[in-house]
């Protein structure tokens, strides 16, 4: 289960029954409750506290079956997983996977940072499309330390969007760079969205510290934006919203745990005319042996 984050935070996996772990979580959490039938999924609580008690439970059901090796950590203090933890419902539809128009190849040449943007809704079935493109990225120890917030409330953007636009001139105050003069120059235009008046919000978060998590959530951000543009969408990384959305004033409007820390706000829409392409520098190499 992908987790997704649109008006506070839910943190969980599924696992598929099979005839093995069932037979080990009845003997866990004495029976089925009423509904349940085998070829329905088991959410489990990641949030749940560890327990030497249950270790033994636990990791007879992690062998028997498809559990992730990491539900070991998802165990309560006491044998009452199934009414603490544990939460049942039928398997969710998986996202329709939107109708690519174009390579793999193509996508990577193809991509630009659209600042022009049609006034059109992305339905939620494509952005969770997207999102399902991003969570197949490459990710150190198998971690996944990421979490989405998706955001499209018009009025909400154009808050965060002061709040950037803040927090960029008070951080740009005193600087002689080149960069903090475009900047400031940017922000002080008063018809200057930081969103380029897009109408939806994707920000990638990490979920916990750590040396890969980091590059970990910018790999998802690439998918995201390689899956969107061979739908025909167009994106744009909004780096001057990083800040402010670390604020603890925007981690509580958006109900962000605190620990989460935001790392790629991608903006998301239908393209408004063509973005032209820009020339790279052809790939310096270092070393070839």
Not at 73 to 87: A, I, K, M, R, V
């Amino acid at each position: 289960m992908v987790c997704v984050i649109f008006a506070g935070h839910a943190r969980s996996f599924a696992i598929s029954v099979t005839s093995a772990v069932e037979k080990n979580l009845i003997a866990f959490c004495g029976g089925f409750p009423r509904g349940l039938n085998r070829r329905d999924e088991i959410s489990i609580g990641t949030s749940c506290g560890w327990h030497p008690s249950t270790q033994a439970a636990c990791s007879t059901v992690s062998r028997a079956g498809r559990l992730p090796s990491n539900a070991r950590n998802c165990c309560c203090s006491s044998f009452s997983l199934c009414e603490n933890c544990c939460t049942y419902m039928t398997k969710p539809p998986k996202a329709a996977k939107p109708a690519a128009t174009m390579s793999a190849m193509d996508a990577i040449y193809h991509r630009r940072a659209v600042r022009h943007y049609a006034p059109r809704t992305i339905d939620q079935a494509v952005i969770r499309a997207l999102l399902d493109a991003a969570v197949h990225a490459p990710t150190a120890m198998h971690e996944e330390p990421w979490s989405f917030a998706v955001i499209q409330d018009k009025n909400l953007l154009n808050r965060l969007s002061d709040s950037a636009k803040e927090r960029v001139r008070s951080d740009a105050q005193g600087s002689d760079s080149p960069h903090a003069k475009h900047s400031l120059d940017l922000v002080n235009e008063p018809e200057f969205n930081v969103f380029y008046n897009a109408g939806t919000l994707i920000v990638i978060y990490g979920k916990f510290q750590g040396p890969f998590v980091v590059a970990d959530c910018w790999l998802a951000a690439e998918n995201l934006m390689l899956a969107a543009c061979a739908t025909g969408l167009g994106t744009c990384v909004i780096g001057f919203a990083v800040s402010a959305l670390n604020t603890p004033e925007w981690k509580a409007e958006l109900k962000i745990p605190a620990e989460m820390a935001a790392i790629a706000p991608i903006i998301v829409g239908v393209p408004d005319g063509e973005t032209p392409p820009v020339p790279r520098k052809q790939p310096e190499i270092v070393a070839w042996k």
